[in-house]
């Protein structure tokens, strides 16, 4: 089985400085992808960044970045130039590929507030 | 079209109401999941269907009984819940064989 695991429940940043959020995850598997997803107060969940396990480049999205570190089972979430608008709680979650359909699992979340 | 839509956005039901909730999306995705988030908790998985057939069951209590009519259109009804399934309920799809899924708003249920 998967887990993964958040260990930041509540994190704040001032307006345009930059904040990293930690996850890490165990598997025994070596095809899956890892995501982090965002779910502002009241609003539907969106995905910010996604990383495929076999790919050694981090993936990038515009201020969103991650720090994959394959070896150590870590996946940490680097936000630039946070705006008022990234406050929302964020989950990692981790999905087995090679499936004709994708069962995520997910970290218990990080509550991110982004002051001004 | 790159939306999930859910109907209703709220609903508040007696525990011995039925009732059902709706998810419809038009992207031509072929895999539907139900999921239950409960307030600052990650969403549960309950239920996956992959070209309109039931794949995966999360070990969910009967009260709940997922629909799928056709490749856009998911359904849960809702039976004799208790107060203790008052939650988000999240629908999401996503092409089969894909990794990305696109969530719906949700409906926020109460039951009294």
């Known amino acids: 089985a998967q887990t993964v695991t958040q260990s930041q429940p509540e994190m704040s940043v001032q307006e345009a400085e930059t904040v990293t959020l930690s996850c890490t995850y165990d598997t025994s598997e070596n095809n899956y992808y890892l995501f982090w997803y965002k779910q502002p107060p009241s609003r539907q969940m969106i995905l910010v960044i996604r990383q495929e396990a076999y790919k050694q480049q981090n993936a990038t999205e515009n201020r969103f970045s991650v720090n994959f570190q394959k070896a150590a089972k870590s996946f940490s979430l680097k936000i630039s130039d946070s705006q008022l608008g990234d406050t929302a709680m964020y989950f990692c979650a981790f999905m087995i590929g090679g499936t004709s359909y994708g069962k995520l699992t997910f970290g218990q979340g990080t509550i991110l507030t982004v002051h001004p | 079209d790159t939306e999930v839509t859910q109907t209703p956005k709220h609903l508040v039901m007696g525990m011995t109401n039925k009732k059902s909730l709706k998810c419809e999306q038009h992207?031509?995705?072929?895999?539907m999941y139900w999921y239950k988030q409960k307030a600052k908790k990650p969403p549960e998985l309950m239920f996956v269907y992959s070209y309109e057939k039931l794949s995966i069951n999360e070990s969910v209590p009967s009260r709940f009984s997922p629909e799928c009519p056709n490749s856009s259109l998911l359904n849960l009804h809702l039976h004799a819940l208790q107060p203790e399934d008052s939650a988000l309920y999240l629908c999401?799809?996503?092409?089969?064989?894909?990794?990305?899924?696109?969530f719906g708003p949700g409906t926020r249920l109460t039951v009294t």
């Open positions: 999401a799809s996503s092409h089969a064989g894909s990794n990305e899924q696109y």
């Open positions: 992207m031509g995705h072929r895999a």
